[in-house]
C-alpha cells in the first residue's frame, strides 16, 4: 500500500500541486482546507494518514498548538511535518518531528518523512530499543519483490494483532494457558521477520502470564506494532528514493 499523506493548508491551489505532486511520486493523498478541518477529519479517518504535511501560516488552529492536538487523534508512530515558506522557531513547530521549506521537491519531502519517522518512533517508545532488525528485512528484500516483502510484513502484523485481541479475551476469562500460547505464536511469527520489539514483548508476555501488568504489557505491545509501521513506511521511502535516483542515472 502507497504512504498516505494528510495535507493541510489553507490555500487551494497549494492543495491541488500538493496533492497532484504526491499522487505522481507513488503516495495516497487526501487534502483539507485548515487545522480544524484537520481535527474534525482525524475523528473519523480510517485508515489513519501515516504522514501529516501542515503549513505554518493559517487561520484557526495551527502551529504547535496543531501538533500537539494531531498527536492526539493520529497513530503514535504518524509522522507530523510541518511546511512554510519561510524558516520557522520551536515557538510555532517545536512540536512537528519535522520541516519542509516551500517549494520543496519530493526528494526533500522523502528525506523529511524519513528523518520524521525515525524521531516518531524514538518519542512515542521512550527509548532506543531495536524495533526491526535490518539485517533480516534486507535479506528478505533481497529475494522478495517489494510487494511480497510489503505483504509478508502486514500478514505478520494483522496476524499478531489479531492474536492480540484474542490475549484479550484471555485475559478477560483469566485464561492463563491460551495467553502464554498466542504470545507464543506472536514470539515466533515476529522473529521469522525481525521484528524484535514485538518478539522482545511477546516473550514477556508469555513468561509473565496473567500477571498484575499484564493490561499495562498488551497495550504497550499495540503501540510498538504502530513503532513497526513506522519503520516500515521510512524503509519504503529510502526504496523508492533510491530506485528513482537509479532511474535519473540510467
Given at each position: 500500500?502507497?504512504?498516505?499523506?494528510?495535507?493541510?493548508?489553507?490555500?487551494?491551489?497549494?492543495?491541488?500541486?500538493?496533492?497532484?505532486?504526491?499522487?505522481?511520486?507513488?503516495?495516497?493523498?487526501?487534502?483539507?482546507?485548515s487545522?480544524?478541518?484537520?481535527?474534525?477529519?482525524?475523528?473519523?479517518?480510517?485508515?489513519?494518514?501515516?504522514?501529516?504535511?501542515?503549513?505554518?501560516?493559517?487561520?484557526?488552529?495551527?502551529?504547535?498548538?496543531?501538533?500537539?492536538?494531531?498527536?492526539?487523534?493520529?497513530?503514535?508512530?504518524?509522522?507530523?511535518?510541518?511546511?512554510s515558506?519561510?524558516?520557522?522557531?520551536?515557538?510555532?513547530?517545536?512540536?512537528?518531528?519535522?520541516?519542509?521549506?516551500?517549494?520543496?521537491?519530493?526528494?526533500?519531502?522523502a528525506?523529511?518523512?524519513?528523518?520524521?519517522?525515525?524521531?516518531?518512533?524514538?518519542a512515542?517508545?521512550?527509548?532506543?530499543?531495536?524495533?526491526?532488525?535490518?539485517?533480516?528485512y534486507?535479506?528478505?528484500?533481497?529475494?522478495?519483490r517489494?510487494?511480497?516483502?510489503?505483504?509478508?510484513?502486514?500478514?505478520?502484523?494483522?496476524?499478531?494483532?489479531?492474536?492480540?485481541?484474542?490475549?484479550?479475551r484471555?485475559?478477560?476469562?483469566?485464561?492463563?494457558?491460551?495467553?502464554?500460547?498466542?504470545?507464543?505464536?506472536?514470539?515466533?511469527?515476529?522473529?521469522?521477520?525481525?521484528?524484535?520489539?514485538?518478539?522482545?514483548?511477546?516473550?514477556?508476555?508469555?513468561?509473565?502470564?496473567?500477571?498484575?501488568?499484564?493490561?499495562?504489557?498488551?497495550?504497550?505491545?499495540?503501540l510498538?506494532?504502530?513503532?513497526?509501521?513506522?519503520?516500515?513506511?521510512?524503509?519504503?521511502?529510502?526504496?523508492?528514493?533510491?530506485?528513482?535516483?537509479s532511474?535519473?542515472d540510467?
Open positions: 500500500m502507497p504512504v498516505q499523506i494528510l495535507v493541510v493548508d489553507d490555500d487551494a491551489l497549494s492543495r491541488e500541486v500538493l496533492a497532484l505532486l504526491l499522487h505522481g511520486a507513488g503516495y495516497a493523498v487526501e487534502t483539507v482546507e487545522g480544524d478541518a484537520a481535527l474534525l477529519h482525524l475523528q473519523t479517518a480510517r485508515p489513519l494518514p501515516q504522514v501529516v504535511l501542515a503549513d505554518l501560516q493559517m487561520p484557526g488552529t495551527t502551529g504547535n498548538e496543531l501538533a500537539t492536538r494531531l498527536r492526539s487523534l493520529c497513530n503514535p508512530a504518524t509522522v507530523l511535518l510541518a511546511m515558506a519561510s524558516a520557522p522557531d520551536d515557538a510555532s513547530a517545536g512540536q512537528f518531528d519535522g520541516f519542509v521549506l516551500k517549494p520543496f521537491t519530493m526528494e526533500a519531502l528525506a523529511a518523512i524519513v528523518g520524521g519517522t525515525a524521531g516518531a518512533a524514538k512515542s517508545s521512550g527509548s532506543n530499543a531495536a524495533v526491526l532488525d535490518k539485517a533480516v534486507r535479506k528478505l528484500a533481497g529475494s522478495m517489494p510487494s511480497q516483502v510489503e505483504q509478508l510484513y502486514s500478514l505478520c502484523l494483522s496476524d499478531a494483532e489479531t492474536r492480540l485481541a484474542g490475549m484479550r484471555a485475559a478477560s476469562d483469566g485464561d492463563d494457558a491460551t495467553y502464554k500460547k498466542e504470545a507464543h505464536a506472536i514470539k515466533g511469527s515476529c522473529g521469522m521477520v525481525g521484528a524484535i520489539e514485538l518478539q522482545t514483548l511477546a516473550t514477556s508476555m508469555e513468561k509473565c502470564g496473567l500477571s498484575d501488568d499484564h493490561v499495562a504489557s498488551l497495550n504497550e505491545f499495540v510498538a506494532c504502530e513503532r513497526l509501521r513506522g519503520m516500515l513506511v521510512a524503509h519504503e521511502i529510502t526504496q523508492v528514493r533510491a530506485s528513482g535516483v532511474g535519473e540510467a
